[in-house]
């Protein structure tokens, strides 16, 4: 539980930075924020997710159980907007232009 809500604050904090960047200097200022949310979320989302099911043991795999469901939905949730190793070149990109490399 303590693991999850820290992933949770990580996620939630870095979410209220770009939301802020985005008002302050605008969408394209935010891009790398915005790419590492949509990495970063859904990853933290099924980490919690595997633990809760981890905690219920097999009845957390069963079909009868809402988290098996849950596990399915989430991990289409990191192809939605594009697989995760796209979202992390642009944020590789931006990375090594701020360093001038």
Known sequence: IAWSRVELEQVRLLTLKAAYMMDTLGNRAAMQEIAMI??????????????????????????????AHAWA???????????????????????????KL
């Open 73 to 99: 939905s989430l991990r289409t949730l990191r192809l939605a907007d594009g697989p995760d190793e796209v979202h992390c070149r642009t944020i590789a990109r931006w990375e090594l232009m701020k360093s």
């Open 38 to 67: 949509k990495v970063a979320a859904p990853r933290m989302a099924l980490a919690v997710l595997d633990r809760a099911i981890q905690v219920h043991g097999g009845a957390g795999v069963c079909q009868d159980h809402v988290l």
